[in-house]
């Protein structure tokens, strides 16, 4: 069985940083996709940037150039580095991971960015 633990959210202020952690319990390899969604108070829930088992990324428009995307394969760790955040940005971010058939969703983690 494979858990997400996601971590790092808070309050910051507008055009600060933050780092969001996705940890993966539970075996698995690397074969996965893992994908950063977000669901702002009143709006549908929208993927923010994935993350490819090559390493590919893509982003939502609003967060290119802000936003980064990584993993670690060694810590099974995958992280979205927020630069410049703006209140916006606010939301709910949750981890999704896909592995063939499989899905898994972390629990969630709140950003509030204040202007």
């Known amino acids: 069985q494979v858990q997400l633990v996601e971590s790092g959210g808070g309050v910051v202020q507008a055009g600060g940083s933050l780092r969001l952690s996705c940890a993966i319990v539970?075996?698995?390899?690397?074969?996965?996709?893992m994908t950063w969604y977000r669901r702002a108070p009143g709006k549908q829930r929208e993927m923010v940037a994935v993350i490819s088992t090559d390493g590919s990324t893509d982003y939502e428009d609003s967060v290119k150039g802000r936003f980064t995307i990584s993993r670690d394969n060694a810590k099974n760790t995958v992280y979205l580095q927020m630069n410049t955040v703006i209140p916006a940005d606010t939301a709910v971010y949750y981890c999704?991971?896909?592995?063939?058939?499989?899905?898994?969703w972390g629990q969630g983690t709140q950003v509030a960015v204040s202007s």
């Open positions: 539970g075996s698995i390899d690397s074969a996965y996709t």
């Open positions: 999704n991971l896909r592995r063939s058939w499989d899905v898994y």
